[in-house]
């Protein structure tokens, strides 16, 4: 399954400047969402980090893997409706700076399901290179 912005917005409750996927690319409901992002110089977090030397701030990037897991849990049936909170982080490693101009790819591989809670693998990549890469949970509500 594909999904445009239009049709993400249906999932995820977050708005510009929070909604952080541009688009998602593949998705297995429950299973897994792969992502992207394209990074523009315009977005308001480049006003301060850093002025002069413009990197993706870490903690978006981390945001963007979560929607897009928590996408991969929104469009299983029993899930339609609902909303994904952020339950933590785990094992999270930043190798590469993302910088305006950068598709980030991003892929949430649900790992395990326990009730409403669901635990993904999540990886960033900018040119085929993992750039971050995170354990995330999720509470359904």
Request: charged content about 25%; hydrophobic content about 45%.
């Amino acid at each position: 399954m594909q999904l445009n912005s239009n049709e993400i917005e249906k999932i995820l409750p977050h708005r510009y400047p929070f909604l952080l996927v541009d688009k998602i690319t593949d998705c297995e409901p429950g299973e897994y969402a792969k992502g992207i992002k394209c990074v523009s110089a315009n977005e308001m977090q480049f006003m301060g980090h850093f002025p002069g030397q413009h990197v993706m701030p870490g903690v978006l990037v981390i945001e963007a893997l979560a929607q897009t897991g928590a996408v991969a849990m929104l469009t299983l049936e029993e899930n339609k409706g609902k909303v994904a909170f952020f339950g933590g982080i785990k094992n999270a490693r930043f190798r590469k700076q993302i910088v305006p101009g950068d598709v980030i790819e991003m892929e949430c591989t649900i790992i395990e399901k326990r009730g409403p809670v669901g635990f993904g693998k999540a990886i960033a990549k900018v040119d085929g290179k993992k750039a971050v890469e995170a354990v995330l949970s999720f509470a359904i509500s």
